[in-house]
């Protein structure tokens, strides 16, 4: 980030979606932000969580329209997640710059 105002203004937005979060999904959104896209085994791996609550983190991530699941080619049966373009996330929000 270059610090600049356009940067720092979709980060505030995120800040809002997540605020209400649990803190396991904050700690996961955290791990993402600076991991990039991690399967769920890493993020476990990272963050310390049990399986189940990482589940339960991604999932209250996804319904807040953070997060990006993609398809892992190299094992079909997990998924790689990340954290949505953050200016994306900006558009849908409607704050202009």
Known sequence: MSGSKKDSVPIANIDIRIENLPPSAKLVFKILEKGGLLTQKDITRESYLPPRTVRYALDRLKKKDILEERFYFKDARQSLYGIKNIQG???E????V
Do not use: E, M, N, S
């Not at 929000?93 to 202009?96: E, F, S, W």
């Open 89 to 91: 996330i900006a558009k």
């Open 93 to 96: 929000v409607d704050l202009h």
